[in-house]
Structure formats: C-alpha cells, structure tokens
C-alpha cells in the first residue's frame, strides 16, 4: 500500500492506494519556487532576453499601458514592482493605464489593488469592453487581409508591457505573452471567432496559427514588452522571463512543458485532481481545466474526482448549465449565444463524455449537480471511489497540468 498526497486549496488529503492499482506519471522535478517574487520581477525588468532594460525604452511623456490577467497568482507582488520600475523612468502614475480583459459577470473587482504600495494605488485600471466601438480603434491588416481592431487605450500608448501567465490553452495552444493582447483585447466578433476553435490536440512543438497571428498583431504594435509568469505549486512563483515576446514565449512553454507536461503510461479507471493553492483564487474555471487534463488519460466510462476549494461559478455559462439537460446541449448554446466562458462549458462537456465527474468543492451541492457533477460531502469521500478500481493516477495542480498518453 502506497500513500500519496493530494493538495487542495492549502490543505492536503493522504489516498491509500495499492501498488497494484497506481498508474505512473512521468513528469520532472517540482518547478523550484521563488523566493523573493518582487526581486525576480526587477531582474526580469533589468536583464531581459533580446530587449534593452524596460526604463531605458521610456521617456517622463510616454503613456504606457499594461496589459493584464487579473487572476495572476500572487499579482500584487508581481504587479508593484513593475510600476516602481516604470515610474523610475520618470513616467508619472497618472500617465500609466492598465488594461485588463472583460470580466465574468458579478466577477470581483480590481480588490487587488489593495495589496499595492499606497501612492501606486491610484493607477487608472479599463477593463477592455470588445463591443463597445468607442472603446476600439483600428491597428492595420494582418497579411492574411483581418482587420485588426484593438482596444483604444493599447493603440495610443507609447509602450505596452503585457503582464502575464504561461499556461496550456484549448484555443491559443499556449496562452500567455501576445494572446494575453489579442484576440483576448480584440473586438467582439474576433474574440467570438476564436472562442470557436478550441481543439483537445496537446500543444506541439510548434506554435499553432492562432498563437502565429498574435505575434503578427504584436509586430504591428511596435512589439510590447513582455514579462511572462510561470506559476508553481499552490501558491509558488517559479520563473518570471523578460523581454521581447518571441524569446520569452520559447523559454516560457519550453519551461512550462518541462515541468508541467506530464506522460501517463496508460488510462486510468478513476483519476484523482487536485487543485492546490489560495482557496480565495480557485475559481470553476480551476475545476474545468482540471476536468480537461483528466479527460486526457482516464478510461472511458471511468471516474474522475476533483478535490479543490473552487467557489460557486459567476457567468452566463452557469444559467446556460442549469436550464440545460445535459452539458453537451449547454455547449452548442453557449455556441450559439457566444457567451465569455464557452471554453469552460466546453472542458465540462468533453470530460463528461468521457467518464463519472465527482467534485468536492465550496460549491453549494445543489449547484454542483446543476453543473453535472456529483458533489462529494467530505474530501475523504474520494477514498471510496478508489477502493475495488483496477487503476488510479492521482494529478497534483491538474488545472496547470497537460497530461498525455506516453
């Protein structure tokens, strides 16, 4: 008997499993974790790959913009010391505008600004509105003839500083870097047309179209400067990479399928996914993404349980799901309708194909069965659904984790 431990939130569940039953996972060593976030910011600022320090690029007139995921993990620690490093330039506060992506609805506002030093607290924050037309402007065509439409406030900046997470993405392949700028900060029917192409295939070695085009809109641009995040285990900052989009987007997915991609030998009948880190932070969104690297590597007909802390979902996707008989008819509404978090919709309705989805979560339990998966009343629940499987792969952080068939 073997015993294996699985984080949720900042707590920890210790699964007996039998030697018979354990499915290995080829994977590397743990990400290391950084000690001093702030620290590693300021040396990604003042030694980038293939760009001059970010402040030798400004002048005191410039009006930069950053562009920003606002469910960075730790974002206040990453976030401050960019601004100090902008504002030694000689750039004023006032003159700097960070621009986020639309949110869900209800979703929290910017309470993250909280955490910052009190005179950066009053940098101006837009959160991009892609159907509103005043709100766009108009870049250049891409050689392929798309007319770019971008938010205004990027196009009339100086200089853009893109601010984000590397991470696997069902449409982008890797998301991250550019895609954080376009399609995600793109006009209404762009944003729709790439919310479409959503594909199971694992990211290869090579950047898929999408990814191509974005780096093309970034050219366009003047090319932004960016730093790009890799997140840890729970809470953990692993490697924060500066510089030209190009060369941080090779080392960030070079990174990222290094410690990340994990290789299963075969499918499991039950597989265990836990999502670790601040229980304020983890979000359905989490748990979808957890569901989708599962769906990867468990048997058909098998079981997938998922331990997490993840919040009641916010968003039109959760009232397309509770009038929905079945995630599958969710999925071509949300098609139909368009809506924001069609691609959570989507990992929900691929995973539910594929096997039993339990989640233990602080998800109301009415609502966890509206979303089609059966809630679990105590995490030691998942014990039971172990006992008498043939075969169980336990993934640690599988809302970061891509996990394919070696």
Same mark, same amino acid.
């Given at each position: 008997?073997?015993?294996?431990?699985?984080?949720?939130?900042?707590?920890?569940?210790?699964?007996?499993?039998?030697?018979?039953?354990?499915?290995?996972?080829?994977?590397?060593?743990?990400?290391?974790?950084?000690?001093?976030?702030?620290?590693?910011?300021?040396?990604?600022?003042?030694?980038?790959?293939?760009?001059?320090?970010?402040?030798?690029?400004?002048?005191?007139?410039?009006?930069?913009?950053?562009?920003?995921?606002?469910?960075?993990?730790?974002?206040?620690?990453?976030?401050?010391?960019?601004?100090?490093?902008?504002?030694?330039?000689?750039?004023?506060?006032?003159?700097?505008?960070?621009?986020?992506?639309?949110?869900?609805?209800?979703?929290?506002?910017?309470?993250?600004?909280?955490?910052?030093?009190?005179?950066?607290?009053?940098?101006?924050?837009?959160?991009?509105?892609?159907?509103?037309?005043?709100?766009?402007?108009?870049?250049?065509?891409?050689?392929?003839?798309?007319?770019?439409?971008?938010?205004?406030?990027?196009?009339?900046?100086?200089?853009?500083?893109?601010?984000?997470?590397?991470?696997?993405?069902?449409?982008?392949?890797?998301?991250?870097?550019?895609?954080?700028?376009?399609?995600?900060?793109?006009?209404?029917?762009?944003?729709?047309?790439?919310?479409?192409?959503?594909?199971?295939?694992?990211?290869?070695?090579?950047?898929?179209?999408?990814?191509?085009?974005?780096?093309?809109?970034?050219?366009?641009?003047?090319?932004?400067?960016?730093?790009?995040?890799?997140?840890?285990?729970?809470?953990? $900052?692993?490697? =924060?990479? %500066?510089?030209?989009?190009? !060369? +941080? &987007?090779?080392?960030?997915? @070079? /990174?990222?399928?290094?410690?990340?991609?994990?290789?299963?030998?075969?499918?499991?009948?039950?597989?265990?996914?836990?999502?670790?880190?601040?229980?304020?932070?983890?979000?359905?969104?989490?748990?979808?993404?957890?569901?989708?690297?599962?769906?990867?590597?468990?048997?058909?007909?098998?079981?997938?349980?998922?331990?997490?802390?993840?919040?009641?979902?916010?968003?039109?996707?959760?009232?397309?799901?509770?009038?929905?008989?079945?995630?599958?008819?969710?999925?071509?509404?949300?098609?139909?309708?368009? $809506?924001?978090? =069609?691609? %959570?919709?989507?990992?929900? !309705? +691929? &995973?539910?194909?594929?096997? @039993? /989805?339990?989640?233990?979560?602080?998800?109301?339990?009415?609502?966890?069965?509206?979303?089609?998966?059966?809630?679990?009343?105590?995490?030691?629940?998942?014990?039971?659904?172990?006992?008498?499987?043939?075969?169980?792969?336990?993934?640690?952080?599988?809302?970061?984790?891509?996990?394919?068939?070696?």
């Amino acid at each position: 008997m073997v015993q294996v431990n699985v984080a949720f939130g900042r707590e920890s569940l210790a699964l007996e499993i039998h030697e018979r039953q354990r499915i290995s996972a080829r994977r590397a060593a743990a990400a290391p974790a950084i000690a001093d976030v702030p620290a590693a910011v300021r040396q990604a600022l003042e030694s980038p790959r293939e760009f001059p320090p970010l402040r030798r690029a400004l002048t005191p007139d410039d009006h930069v913009a950053i562009v920003l995921r606002e469910q960075l993990t730790r974002l206040p620690e990453l976030l401050a010391p960019l601004l100090e490093h902008i504002v030694s330039a000689g750039v004023s506060v006032s003159n700097i505008a960070i621009v986020c992506p639309p949110r869900l609805e209800d979703q929290q506002a910017d309470s993250w600004r909280e955490g910052l030093p009190a005179e950066l607290r009053s940098v101006a924050v837009e959160v991009h509105e892609p159907a509103t037309r005043n709100h766009l402007a108009y870049l250049a065509a891409t050689k392929a003839g798309r007319r770019i439409y971008l938010n205004r406030t990027l196009v009339d900046a100086d200089q853009i500083v893109v601010l984000s997470r590397v991470a696997f993405d069902p449409v982008m392949g890797y998301t991250g870097g550019l895609s954080d700028l376009f399609p995600a900060l793109s006009d209404e029917a762009t944003r729709n047309e790439f919310a479409l192409r959503i594909t199971a295939s694992a990211p290869g070695a090579k950047n898929w179209n999408t990814m191509q085009e974005a780096h093309e809109v970034g050219w366009l641009l003047g090319m932004p400067f960016v730093l790009e995040v890799m997140e840890g285990h729970g809470d953990d $900052i692993s490697y =924060v990479i %500066g510089g030209g989009a190009k !060369a +941080t &987007a090779e080392e960030a997915e @070079r /990174l990222l399928n290094h410690h990340w991609r994990v290789k299963v030998e075969r499918t499991a009948e039950v597989v265990v996914a836990g999502i670790g880190g601040d229980p304020q932070t983890q979000t359905f969104a989490d748990v979808t993404r957890a569901l989708a690297c599962a769906a990867r590597v468990v048997r058909v007909g098998g079981v997938i349980a998922v331990l997490s802390r993840a919040q009641t979902p916010v968003g039109p996707g959760l009232a397309l799901l509770r009038d929905s008989d079945s995630p599958v008819r969710a999925l071509s509404l949300a098609r139909q309708q368009k $809506i924001p978090d =069609v691609v %959570g919709i989507w990992q929900l !309705a +691929t &995973a539910a194909q594929h096997a @039993r /989805l339990y989640l233990f979560s602080d998800i109301p339990p009415a609502t966890a069965e509206e979303l089609f998966v059966t809630p679990l009343e105590s995490p030691g629940q998942v014990q039971r659904l172990l006992d008498g499987a043939e075969s169980v792969l336990v993934l640690p952080d599988a809302h970061r984790t891509l996990a394919v068939l070696d």
